[in-house]
């Protein structure tokens, strides 16, 4: 069936640093990829995606780049600040059913 | 306008009671979703309904757990006699029509089962 690798599992970085999360996927039905942003006690908020016509979509300091031979997508954060802390998931959908990725725990250091 | 709310937000219950979980889609949309997340792991999907079809009950871990969704909109989740392996948040979400579209979340309920 279809599985989604996301890494790392944890990431830290200094304020003001570049952060990249990476996802690969298996089943090249998959035509949309959203990436989530968790922050403690909430729901998931979508935060970017993108469909498999475009390589790379951008959104101020959000990124998200896919390559589809390859099967992979990225999620680039770029001048973090610390409200960008959060658990990010990235996501497949072969079908109706979302395929999430087990997530990231961004930390970002003042 | 207004998002997917659920309700309640927290509920402590002792085993063996039974639950009830209520969500709120964005009005319009068809597709609506039931997760499970236990402390600090991924999302594990439960139940999908899209419209007056079947549903999807592939990911309901056991018979305890069953779902309605009452004219299109509203869905009640159920988890009869639970145990404490069922504390978790859960989370409905709902899309304009499922496959492949954008799936909106709610705050999620968070269940502590004593």
């Known amino acids: 069936g279809e599985n989604v690798e996301q890494h790392p599992s944890t990431l830290s970085v200094q304020e003001g640093d570049s952060a990249v999360i990476k996802c690969t996927y298996s089943?090249?039905?998959?035509?949309?990829f959203p990436w989530y942003k968790q922050e403690l006690g909430k729901g998931p908020q979508l935060i970017i995606d993108i469909r498999s016509n475009v390589g790379e979509k951008k959104d101020q300091r959000i990124a998200v780049t896919l390559n589809k031979t390859a099967k992979h997508f990225s999620l680039h954060i770029t001048e973090t600040q610390p409200e960008d802390s959060a658990v990010y998931f990235c996501a497949a959908t072969p079908t109706y059913k979302y395929i999430f990725g087990t997530g990231t725990r961004l930390k970002v250091l003042a | 306008g207004a998002g997917v709310s659920q309700s309640p937000s927290n509920k402590v219950t002792e085993k063996g009671k039974d639950v009830e979980l209520r969500c709120d889609p964005i009005?319009?949309?068809?597709?609506l979703y039931w997760y499970r997340q236990s402390l600090g792991q991924g999302l594990e999907f439960l139940i999908y309904?899209?419209?007056?079809?079947?549903?999807?009950k592939s990911g309901l871990p056991s018979d305890r757990f069953s779902a309605e969704r009452t004219g299109g909109s509203v869905s009640t989740l159920t988890i009869q006699r639970t145990q404490q392996e069922d504390s978790a948040v859960y989370l409905c979400?709902?899309?304009?029509?499922?496959?492949?579209?954008?799936?909106?979340f709610g705050p999620g309920t968070r269940l502590l089962v004593l």
């Open positions: 089943d090249s039905a998959s035509n949309y």
């Open positions: 309904f899209q419209g007056n079809s079947a549903p999807d």
């Open positions: 979400a709902s899309s304009s029509r499922g496959k492949q579209e954008t799936q909106y």
């Open positions: 009005s319009g949309h068809t597709a």
